[in-house]
């Protein structure tokens, strides 16, 4: 295939993938963006200016060589492309599909500075990896020496996912513990089908498994397995058991029926996604079908809510965030999504009670006004006096983020140093704890965060791991 020159972004429009009609994708819970054809992904490819400081690679958690592969892709070198994205990052076609590049590579992208429009980096890199499974390019996991070490991972998100592939490929046995019936955490119970369908997920799984990695699902630490007995039982342990704990907004009649956590709802509309009998889905209970359906929270998790919700037949969504448009967390992509599929932002708002008989019914709407900056540096909303109003409502979903569980508690880890907000204390380098031999990462260690986060660290804390026994191996001699 010739080769593509670069630079094309005067004369080349930036050009998404197409993207399936709203009223046909608001039915179901396929992905949204169709595949670039390789032409398309070339030409898209060529737009990138090759910079002296590519923006984009630093801007990436992964410092993926972004502009390398881009001109691979547009000279046609498409397993190079792949094999070269690939080598910083063990899960490509999940961050192509989920990242929020809006604010990393793609929002810092030379030419969208300079009012050209990014080079849709993401979607190449979906593109790039999706074609490689497709052609058998993926390889599976085959360690050259096979060796006697065994790591015990806690959790099978993204962060011990990763860590699980790299140690696996060094030949190290790698064992991860899983207190629900699938692996894959977040990306399989918490992500909606329609940004990371399941199959996506499942595939990456299943080259584990066959790669050696061994998966105890239905296991939980402090319950099943003590964590002493974790630690006995293997030469090393990465906790990357993520945050699972709802943050939560008390006010009168928070605890009606009908007012939910998403983490609840999505789990449930996920696992109904799988097939499974899921009687607080069937019920009504976690169905949005038919209800007024307010949302409270302006992030991610927000956002696969409402469009989780239109999917199910909601009568009407609404969202409420308590800052404006331009001072929400949530990718822009994905409100752009959401408005597209008839949901409703009321920005400046939280709800300030909640009423009904038998149920939520009703919920009392405090209006805001953007004060001062708060120690974070974002100015902090506070109520307008007077300017109350009432928002109809039969099921009310509140994503407002999550934070650890008491892991000290539940898993009686007294010696386990952690800290005030209750995340596992960790060097954030080696990701090493006060404990020898015990690591942790991902959100675990910095709280609520990205996928691509998690990666990183679970790729950093694999090595950490095999650089320790290394040297525990010398000392041995």
């Not at 390889?139 to 140690?167: F, H, M, N, Q």
């Not at 949901?343 to 209006?367: D, E, H």
């Not at 952690?418 to 060097?427: D, E, I, L, M, Y």
């Not at 704890?433 to 804390?461: F, H, M, Q």
Request: proline letters at 5%; charged letters at 25%; one cysteine or more.
């Amino acid at each position: 295939m010739p080769g593509n020159r670069m630079l094309t972004f005067v004369d080349i429009g930036m050009e998404m993938p197409a993207k399936r009609p709203a009223d046909a994708r608001a039915d179901d819970f396929l992905e949204i963006y169709d595949e670039y054809s390789p032409g398309k992904a070339a030409e898209q490819s060529s737009r990138c200016s090759q910079c002296g400081v590519p923006f984009c690679q630093t801007h990436c958690p992964l410092h993926n060589n972004i502009p390398d592969w881009l001109k691979l892709t547009a000279e046609g070198r498409l397993r190079e492309a792949y094999e070269l994205s690939q080598s910083t990052n063990t899960f490509p076609e999940i961050c192509g599909r989920i990242c929020p590049q809006d604010r990393l590579c793609e929002g810092n992208c030379v030419i969208e500075r300079s009012g050209h429009g990014t080079v849709t980096i993401g979607s190449v890199e979906k593109f790039l990896t999706d074609l490689a499974w497709s052609k058998g390019w993926v390889e599976s996991i085959k360690p050259l020496v096979e060796r006697p070490e065994t790591v015990g991972i806690v959790g099978s998100g993204p962060a011990g996912l990763a860590a699980a592939d790299r140690l696996r490929r060094a030949g190290l046995q790698a064992t991860v513990y899983e207190r629900k019936d699938r692996a894959g955490g977040l990306l399989t119970y918490g992500i909606p089908g329609f940004k990371l369908e399941k199959q996506v997920v499942m595939k990456r799984i299943r080259q584990l498994e066959e790669g050696g990695v061994e998966f105890r699902l239905n296991c939980e630490i402090g319950k099943d397995v003590s964590f002493e007995e974790l630690r006995a039982g293997h030469d090393a342990v990465l906790i990357a058991s993520g945050v699972y704990k709802s943050r939560d907004i008390g006010g009168p009649g928070s605890g009606l029926p009908g007012i939910v956590q998403a983490i609840d709802y999505l789990e449930v509309s996920n696992r109904s996604g799988f097939g499974d009998a899921v009687p607080e889905y069937d019920g009504g209970g976690l169905n949005a079908d038919g209800k007024r359906v307010v949302v409270v929270g302006g992030g991610d998790t927000a956002m696969d809510c409402v469009r989780t919700a239109v999917r199910q037949g909601a009568k009407s969504v609404r969202c409420l965030y308590r800052r404006d448009r331009e001072n929400m967390p949530g990718s822009r992509r994905e409100v752009a999504n959401a408005e597209e599929e008839g949901v409703q932002f009321v920005w400046l708002t939280a709800p300030k009670a909640f009423n009904g008989a038998g149920g939520v019914s009703k919920v009392r709407v405090a209006r805001m006004k953007l004060g001062g900056a708060d120690s974070t540096g974002r100015r902090k909303p506070e109520p307008v006096d007077g300017a109350d109003y009432t928002e109809d409502a039969d099921l009310v979903i509140k994503a407002l983020g999550f934070e650890p569980e008491d892991l000290k508690s539940l898993w009686n880890a007294g010696s386990l140093e952690f800290s005030r907000w209750g995340t596992v204390r960790a060097n954030f380098r080696s990701h090493e704890t006060n404990l020898p031999g015990v690591y942790a990462a991902g959100d675990i260690v910095r709280g609520a965060s990205l996928v691509v986060w998690a990666i990183r660290d679970g790729r950093e804390a694999a090595d950490s791991i095999l650089s320790w026994l290394e040297t525990r191996k010398l000392a041995a001699a």
